[in-house]
């Protein structure tokens, strides 16, 4: 029996565990004829409930207004950027704004989106700045507060508020992302935060590997999703926005349940974010992108100042521990052959110098 002609069933749910409290050592072969149910799908093709979601992306790249049109969303049972969401009973996490600008931001948000509020009522917000805890002390009183009370989603904006141990030490997130584990396995919850990037221009990296601190955070979610920011140009925001201060992102994912979606490009016309319908931002690139730097330069003569300036920046964000850079990295990010980087070299030999193809400061 395949797939599809096997029965999902109810009764196979509940978790045996041992007497170390450690579930039991199953047998897939008695399972495959009657599969346990799988949780519901919180946001179609892309996270159940009772699982982890990270939101990554630099900082103040609108994720909190983007959480924020997230939880109307599963409140009210719509779309949040073209994907369906299940109608949800909702806790959002404020650690970061005061409780009355929280409270205008969803009212502002409800009112861009012209949707009725017909289930603002299962949106519940936790205020907690100046009130901010590391996740080993506040979990347990989390899980405290909303136990058997039907929430669906816990929405926690953002962590770096509540993070434990050293964001770049494996072993001091794995025990953070830990606590994530215990929330879900304790409330039924899905747990939806965000993080930022990294410094530096983002464009040249995969999505998942984009989120400041050790891989774990990548690594740990079952979705992954990462906002990055296009190059546009004014006529472009001017043609096709209403406000002269928004901006073009594009939303890539890492899922562990589903396929990764194509790439989402979207406007951030606050207070809220509106997919590109008109599919205006495709071709545009993301800073740092090589394909960017590749466009730009075959479009303009560069001035030697302007060259300059772009290889300083080039060797600033590639440089290794011990100061030099690799030619072939530098050609990589820049877009250009390693010929020209050796050009390079030699037009600013006056502060740069490159042996074996290792670049170094003089």
């Not at 039991?24 to 949780?39: A, F, N, Q, S, W």
């Not at 990462?226 to 925001?237: A, K, S």
Request: net charge neutral.
């Amino acid at each position: 029996m395949n797939r599809i002609e096997a029965l999902e069933v109810d009764d196979l749910d509940v978790e045996e565990l041992d007497s170390e409290g450690l579930p039991e050592l199953i047998d897939v072969g008695t399972y495959m004829t009657r599969l346990p149910k799988l949780p519901d799908e919180l946001i179609k093709g892309v996270v159940r409930v009772g699982h982890k979601m990270m939101i990554s992306g630099a900082s103040k790249s609108g994720k909190s207004f983007l959480l924020m049109q997230l939880a109307i969303a599963l409140v009210e049972g719509t779309k949040w950027l073209g994907f369906q969401c299940k109608q949800s009973k909702v806790l959002y996490v404020n650690l970061e704004i005061d409780r009355n600008s929280c409270i205008h931001r969803f009212n502002d948000i409800y009112i861009a989106l012209k949707i009725k509020r017909s289930n603002a009522h299962n949106l519940t917000v936790w205020n907690l700045r100046g009130y901010a805890t590391p996740l080993d002390k506040l979990a347990p009183i989390l899980i405290r507060r909303i136990a058997q009370r039907g929430y669906d989603a816990i929405i926690i904006d953002p962590i770096y508020k509540i993070i434990t141990g050293d964001e770049n030490k494996a072993s001091d997130m794995g025990e953070f992302t830990n606590l994530f584990d215990m929330i879900t396995k304790d409330t039924g919850c899905t747990v939806i935060f965000s993080h930022h990037h990294s410094k530096g221009p983002q464009g040249y990296k995969r999505a998942m590997d984009r989120a400041s601190g050790s891989g774990v955070f990548a690594r740990d979610p079952d979705a992954l999703i990462d906002l990055i920011e296009l190059n546009i140009t004014e006529d472009l925001r001017t043609n096709h926005t209403s406000n002269e201060t928004s901006t073009a992102w594009r939303m890539e994912s890492s899922l562990r349940e589903f396929n990764n979606f194509k790439p989402l490009n979207f406007w951030f016309d606050y207070p809220i974010h509106r997919v590109d319908e008109e599919d205006t931002l495709k071709k545009k690139y993301a800073a740092g992108d090589t394909r960017a730097n590749l466009e730009r330069s075959s479009k303009r003569n560069q001035t030697p100042l302007s060259r300059k300036s772009e290889f300083d920046q080039a060797f600033d964000i590639n440089k290794r521990k011990d100061g030099t850079c690799v030619a072939t990295v530098l050609s990589e990010y820049l877009g250009i052959a390693e010929r020209t980087i050796r050009d390079r070299v030699k037009e600013f030999n006056d502060e740069y110098v490159t042996k074996k193809g290792i670049i170094s400061r003089k």
